[in-house]
């Protein structure tokens, strides 16, 4: 019946907090076929599963059916690839929500709108910075004015690399909101903005230079770092091999390198030395998806 592709997201950006996002070329599969019974989830992923009623492909297809007061479907849904590691910083909730919500409206012979089901999946998500370009691709701000949805596309040159280490230990977005205060002051507020402000005009203008200084943030990495055991040595290890900045994936674990044109062998460098502090550790080279969630028939 039909397939649908979703790619990892890497969320916040340093000082983009909740509104910047960006989609990578890592991704989940997930089918749906006919079956002789309503709608039931098999995994065939190597990561541990998720229960039926906690998995947000699921529940997120449920909601649609309930919502458009549709039948449930007699079909299968087959989660075929995980290649995005879960509550890892890299959206993998993100793209549950936004397979599920593909999924159900190709059942239902809907159309599909992508900014619609964007919105969707931000309203479940309770924020844009992995729904959004998940659903859209590249490099994605977002902004909800009176109710009513805003995004606008940061163009990224195809010489720009992501380079994604992946701890062998989750953080999980509650623990990593509530270490973060309930008031900020001008200061930081102020230091936010112009850095999200340089971070865009810096991909823009291609001004690269400025990204380590762009990518500062005072609104969550400062409380959600010191939780991540091995961040500052990631760090360093990114600025010893070229990187032209670095930041935290979205609430973690991952942690971001963000480098240019051909660095195999510098990922290859940083791969070894991690392994020798853990072998479970996972470097991923990765580049902007631009195409979002990708919806075919089968």
């Keep these: 019946m039909f ?15 909740d509104c910047i996002g960006i989609a990578l070329d890592l991704y989940n599969e997930v089918e749906v076929y006919e079956s002789d019974k309503p709608l039931h989830f098999i995994w065939e992923c190597e990561e541990e599963e998720v229960p039926e009623k906690e998995n947000f492909i699921y529940t997120s297809m449920m ?21 995005i590691p879960m509550v890892r910083g890299l959206g993998s909730s993100s793209a549950a929500i936004v397979a599920g919500l593909t999924l159900a409206y190709a059942l239902m012979g809907k159309d599909f709108d ?6 969707k999946a931000w309203v479940i998500e309770g924020h844009p910075d992995n729904v959004v370009p998940c659903f859209l691709g590249g490099m994605t701000i977002s902004v909800m004015d009176e ?85 500052a040595y990631v760090f360093e290890l990114f600025k010893e091999n070229g990187a032209i900045g670095e930041f935290m994936s979205g ?12 660095c195999q062998d510098r990922k290859l460098v940083i791969e070894e030395k991690l392994k020798a ?22």
């Design 3 to 17: 397939k649908v592709k979703v790619p990892a997201t890497s969320a916040n950006m340093g000082p983009g907090f």
């Design 147 to 231: 109710g009513k949805p805003y995004t606008t596309h940061v163009p990224i040159e195809d010489r720009v690399k992501f380079m994604a280490v992946i701890p062998p230990y989750k953080t999980e977005t509650k623990q990593s909101r509530e270490v973060l205060p309930k008031d900020y002051t001008r200061a930081d507020c102020i230091q936010n903005v112009s850095r999200a402000s340089m971070m865009i005009n810096a991909f823009n203008l291609k001004d690269y230079h400025l990204l380590r200084t762009a990518f500062g943030d005072r609104i969550h990495q400062p409380y959600r770092l010191p939780l991540l055991k091995d961040a």
């Design 114 to 119: 992508k900014d619609l089901l964007a919105y």
């Design 251 to 262: 609430s973690g674990s991952t942690l971001m390198g963000v480098f240019l044109d051909d």
């Design 63 to 83: 909601d649609v059916f309930k919502e458009h007061d549709f039948p449930i479907p007699n079909v299968k849904v087959i989660a075929r690839k995980c290649n």
């Design 277 to 298: 502090i853990d072998p479970l550790f996972r470097v991923e080279l990765l580049n902007v998806d631009r195409s979002g969630v990708v919806l075919s028939k089968i």
